[in-house]
């Protein structure tokens, strides 16, 4: 029987006791990734006598087997790499598929990739195509500006003059439980027929514009029929638009009254709950509504603020909020006697998504009490606004104040801070149902260039929260020609299901005059829209030439990107941008902060550096060479950039000239082309081609086989020359297939892959072939047949020798399953080529290893055998040393790869664990490899996750989110007299038909009704190779615990062999390392603001001119419900009970333009 080399508890003498030490004696299994990397301990060959080394090895009292020596252990490294590169020269064939590509050098061109000629010609079309759509919206914007100056207002204009196609009404009318006032409109609704139109992805009509008006305004009312009238002259403008340039997608224009007219006409996207969707708070209308903004928001929690007054400040809050963009800064307070931060951020900081939701988050905790300071509120907005140490918009200053009341003016406060440039504008807001003197409140506003608003109920907070925004356009009305500029958006999602876009916007103004002799308007009409997809964008920019891992982004001026490869948003909420940072899209180091803020300066560049990528199943880090060449894209605020590592310098281009000369006829025609065909792949192996548009008629497909048979369908009737076609990826497609047709014929074809225990061999290319022998082997081939988003493929560019690829297994799932030899390893390499002096990468071959006849194969060569047939015995009276065959119950040995996922093992009980991180098959040894420098971790943070949405909590059996009063409510007698008895009615009303006002989750309320999952934020931790390149032993000192073990990189491969004795306690099962992916909140966002990434905001900025009209200050409630409203409220009430119907809520805007 094996003895092990040492007894539990057994210690080691002096310098042998050098490794680790474990959690309690010194260990640091937490430590961050960018801790400097340890020292490696010494070989023990170096610290001892070589005579000394022997008996070190083998414990006090063992027996026949003592733990291997070092040049053991070397030796069997030895043997495996030889084994390896053994296998790989004789199947794997790189030396012969370069002489093929030799000897077919007739058949292609070698072409070259000049980063700075292809940057700019892509800046260049990307700007032609942004250009095209200026043109489009300024033409509109005019027209929109002269329609509205020559309409006649009409006080008594009646629905029934009206025609229009409203694009909720199919919605409304299918819906049995709508209703609402709706029901009942007058107004003559279009009903039109729909054509299913691709560049859309909708149902549009050409011949009409579709008007969407929010939820709760009121069709009827006088102010949205005028502007119903006069937009309507839009529509021939839309249609001629359209028929100059026809790329155009959706035209729109979003009027401050809330009206949205769109072109072409398609019906809305009713949600599966409220619809919330409102113009006005788009991201694309807020930025071209006004100039950015720094934004206080100061919040009254004296004690007369409780109840429903207090909610209705926290929602008012969150809406106002919501009408911010990240070219914005806002910070929100709370005051009494005293003025506090509601949150960790002690300045302005950017109004982007995380930030906001800080915000969000900290006002729900907001607590009345105490006595209303309205100076100490004003005096801390005021010290935040003059700030001028941090990063700020530097554009329009306001105070937002929400209060309940008070009769304090504060003169002095804004006689030291804001007078007489009254550079600050304040607005205040009235909050609940109070009999208190609103006049000091409106004085503030007035006298402070602002304005006052009340929000005595629910139904007012939406609207009052956003009408600022017409205040802080006076000046970029009255700046006229000046202010019509183009800006365009961050990337957001387009609400009718055009996928991820950028919107163009324009201001529209009103060019009217109150009357004679009058001053001029002020007022913004709204915002004129047109949207591109990024997927027109991306056409612009070259593919298949720059190679799997060459790619061009761009990034706006705040730095998130507008294109980018890993660009991947999960879930989009409707409500906000997509903003993924350029430094979260890749790994972020100093190299990668420079370029960003060099072309956010809207510099030109250029730059080499080596940097980490994450392999594309995210399992991996890689050490990588990189080019990077950036230009800004002439009007817009965009820059744009390019990547390439060195091996895509140049790529090949087929030349089938000679050939298709030849054939005149079908592609199908062609030599090679027969290779493609099923009936050759007994013989020449299964080909799958990538699913690339080679053709415009060529139908995609999901399944390989179907695509493939779409696919010579189409070749039996084009020619290799036709227009339709993609000449450059038809050809390329057709050399490499027949490239990779001699590479079974000159090496695959005469082997006996079963020799070797093989389950196949592969080849994939840039052309778009994956060729794997023999035929049989494809139904387990679990590759995706894109090379280019093929793992090994990407990985096998960027590394030099063999990458190993485990098959990828989930801890939470059963292990493998080892039947009929069907699991397997990959091993792949890149073919180099070098042509006249160019060197490139056009190839991937490899092997696919059966899974238990290499880990048999790894015990013999990790062992003492000196024969292929019997393991080496050790005598009685002799001294042996273990090895992984003999002596498997008491040592163990694997091979993991470079991400720490074990590959092999010569535990029998580990073969179906093959592919799983290290870490859950032996934590403390994996801690032991970490801790010695063997790996290292790189941790970070994915913003584009998907997760379940949370289980709601259980809030007892009232309807969430309505306020129950108290007892002392219910005995004051100021609270009856006042209107707040009718407010909680009202709030109930409401509560009861939207199930939770104040807690409804926008994106459900909003977005699509199929979404199941909400977007997050996972933390990812990746390890990858450290610095030790060393072979060594090293102990793992666990207690009365320890164990030897020995770790070795294998050359040329990405793998570590390690030998170990097993351990014999169970002490050492702490600190585990962790793989998977986590939720997680993301960094903390009190320590980021702190050092805010580099941007810079809008070059244009209107928040002041000296013509300004600021007498219109202030009114109450703009949108007093009607009677009508009001009674359809209440008999809904009534009817709303059992079930949980979802009507639309209405309120009438009065002003008029």
């Not at 002259?233 to 028929?243: D, G, P, S």
């Not at 370029?595 to 880090?621: A, P, W």
């Not at 005469?750 to 020799?755: A, E, G, R």
């Amino acid at each position: 029987m094996a003895v092990p080399a040492r007894t539990c508890g057994a210690s080691l003498p002096g310098p042998a006791r050098t490794a680790l030490s474990w959690p309690g004696h010194g260990s640091r299994p937490g430590l961050s990734a960018r801790r400097p990397a340890a020292r490696p301990p010494r070989p023990l060959s170096l610290l001892l006598p070589p005579l000394l080394l022997f008996p070190l090895l083998a414990a006090p009292g063992a027996s026949a087997y003592s733990f291997p020596q070092q040049h053991t252990m070397q030796h069997w490294a030895r043997r495996l790499e030889q084994e390896i590169d053994g296998v790989m020269r004789i199947f794997g064939g790189v030396q012969q598929l370069r002489e093929i590509y030799k000897d077919n050098r007739n058949l292609f061109e070698v072409q070259e990739n000049e980063p700075q000629k292809l940057v700019e010609k892509v800046a260049g079309d990307i700007e032609s195509l942004l250009d095209r759509k200026v043109q489009a919206l300024k033409r509109l914007a005019d027209a929109a500006e002269n329609f509205q100056k020559a309409h006649r207002w009409q006080d008594n204009i009646k629905e029934e003059d009206i025609v229009y196609y409203d694009a909720k009404a199919d919605a409304e009318l299918d819906d049995p439980e709508s209703e609402d006032v709706e029901r009942g409109s007058k107004a003559s609704t279009l009903r039109l027929d729909f054509v299913e139109d691709s560049n859309f992805k909708n149902k549009v009509n050409y011949s009409y514009t579709a008007v969407q008006i929010p939820t709760d305004i009121y069709k009827g009312s006088t102010v949205i029929l005028n502007e119903l009238n006069w937009t309507e002259a839009l529509e021939n403008v839309f249609i001629e638009n359209r028929r100059q340039d026809p790329t155009l997608l959706w035209q729109v224009f979003g009027s401050a009254t809330g009206v949205t007219r769109y072109y072409p006409a398609t019906p809305w996207r009713a949600p599966k709950k409220i619809d919330l969707y409102d113009v006005r708070r788009r991201p694309w209308y807020i930025q071209g509504a006004s100039s950015p903004k720094d934004m206080v928001i100061i919040v009254d929690v004296s004690g007369s603020v409780s109840g429903l007054t207090l909610k209705l400040m926290k929602t008012s809050v969150c809406e106002m909020l919501d009408t911010l963009s990240d070219d914005d800064y806002v910070n929100v307070a709370s005051f009494n006697e005293k003025a506090q931060p509601v949150s960790c951020f002690t300045h302005l900081v950017q109004a982007n998504v995380r930030n906001k939701k800080v915000f969000k988050e900290a006002v729900q905790g907001m607590v009345a009490k105490g006595t209303t300071g309205y100076k100490a509120g004003f005096e801390y907005a005021f010290d935040q606004l003059q700030n001028s140490n941090i990063t700020r918009a530097n554009c329009n200053k306001m105070i937002m104040m929400f209060t309940d009341g008070g009769e304090d003016r504060v003169q002095d406060v804004f006689e030291k801070y804001n007078w007489p440039n009254r550079t600050v504008r304040v607005f205040t807001f009235s909050v609940g149902q109070h009999n208190y003197d609103v006049t000091p409140l409106q004085w503030m506003a007035c006298t402070n260039k602002g304005y006052y608003f009340e929000i005595p109920s629910i139904g007012a907070i939406r609207i009052n929260t956003q009408e600022y925004l017409d205040v802080l356009g006076r000046p970029m009305v009255l700046a006229g020609k000046e202010a019509k500029q183009v800006q365009w958006t961050n990337v957001y999602e387009d609400a009718l299901g055009l996928g991820l876009v950028v919107t163009g916007t324009l201001p529209v103004f009103n060019l009217t005059q109150d009357g004679p002799g009058e001053k001029k308007n002020q007022l913004i009409l709204g915002v004129m829209g047109i949207d591109v997809a990024l997927n027109d964008i991306k056409r612009l920019t070259p593919n298949y030439t720059l190679g799997a891992n060459g790619y061009v982004f761009a990034i706006d001026l705040n730095g998130y990107v507008l294109l980018h490869p890993n660009l991947k948003p999960q879930t989009t909420n409707f409500r906000e941008p997509v903003t993924l940072d350029f430094l979260d899209a890749e790994l972020e180091d100093e190299n990668k902060e420079e370029i960003r803020r060099s072309m956010i300066d809207g510099n030109k560049g250029h730059k080499q550096i080596r940097t980490l990528v994450k392999s594309l199943d995210e399992r991996y880090i890689d050490e990588v060479m990189r080019n990077y060449t950036w230009v800004p894209i002439r009007s817009t605020n965009y820059s744009l950039g390019l990547v390439l590592p060195p091996y895509s310098t140049f790529y090949l281009q087929a030349n089938l000239s000679d050939q298709i000369l030849q054939v005149k006829l079908p592609i199908s025609k062609l030599k090679d082309f027969e290779f493609l065909l099923p009936s050759s792949f007994e013989s020449e192996g299964h080909v799958f081609i990538a699913p690339r548009e080679y053709c415009k008629e060529l139908n995609a497909s999901d399944n390989n086989t179907e695509f493939l048979k779409n696919f010579i369908e189409l070749m039996e009737k084009v020619t290799p020359d036709s227009k339709q076609c993609n000449n450059f990826l038809l050809h390329n497609l057709i050399l490499d297939t027949g490239i990779t047709q001699q590479l079974v014929e000159r090496v695959w074809r005469d082997q006996d892959l079963n020799t070797y225990s093989l389950l196949a061999v592969f080849a994939a290319t840039d052309g778009g072939i994956t060729r794997v022998f023999p035929n049989k082997a494809a139904e387990d081939w679990t590759e995706t047949p894109e090379p280019f988003n093929a793992s090994f493929y990407r990985r096998s560019l960027d590394n030099h020798g063999y990458v190993f690829k485990p098959p990828q297994q989930d801890a939470r799932l059963r292990p493998l399953e080892l039947e009929n030899d069907t699991v397997g390893i990959l091993v792949s390499t890149a073919v180099e080529l070098s042509l006249g002096g160019r060197t490139l990468r056009p190839a991937v071959v490899g092997v696919k290893l059966d899974l238990e006849a290499w880990a048999e194969k790894f015990k013999v060569l990790a062992s003492n055998r000196t024969h292929q047939d019997q393991p080496q015995k050790c005598g009685p009276n002799s001294h042996c040393e273990m090895d992984c065959e003999v002596n498997n119950e008491d040592l163990l040995c694997v091979l993991i790869d470079d991400g720490g996922f074990l590959v092999l093992s010569n535990q029998n009980h580990q073969w179906d664990q093959v592919g799983r991180f290290f870490s859950e098959v032996d934590a403390n040894l994996m801690l032991a490899l970490y801790n010695n420098s063997f790996y290292t971790r790189k941790e970070s943070y994915d913003y584009q996750a998907a997760c379940a949405p949370l289980p709601p909590g259980n809030l007892g059996a009232a309807p969430r989110g309505i306020f129950v009063p108290t007892i002392a409510d219910f005995l004051n007698l100021a609270w009856w007299t006042s209107a707040a008895a009718w407010s909680l009615f009202q709030q109930l009303l409401y509560g009861l038909i939207y199930h939770s006002w104040f807690q409804a989750d926008p994106a459900e309320a909003e977005g699509n009704p199929e979404v199941r999952e909400s977007s997050c934020v996972m933390k990812q931790t990746q390890y990858y190779f450290g610095s030790v390149n060393a072979s060594y032993n090293a102990i793992i000192d666990c207690g009365n615990c320890s164990r030897l073990f020995h770790a070795q990189r294998l050359t040329h491969t990405n793998l570590l062999f390690v030998v170990a004795e097993k351990p014999l306690c169970s002490q050492c099962e702490a600190g585990r390392l962790l793989q998977k992916e986590t939720h997680s909140d993301g960094p903390e966002q009190c320590e980021l603001v702190q050092r805010p990434r580099y941007r810079r905001g809008p070059h244009i900025c209107f928040d002041y001119n000296a013509t300004e009209d600021t007498s219109d200050c202030g009114r109450g409630a703009s949108f007093p419900p009607s009677l009508g409203v009001l009674v359809s409220l209440q008999l809904l009430l009534l009817l709303s009970l059992p079930p949980r119907p979802q009507p639309q809520v209405h309120a009438h805007p009065s002003r008029r333009l």
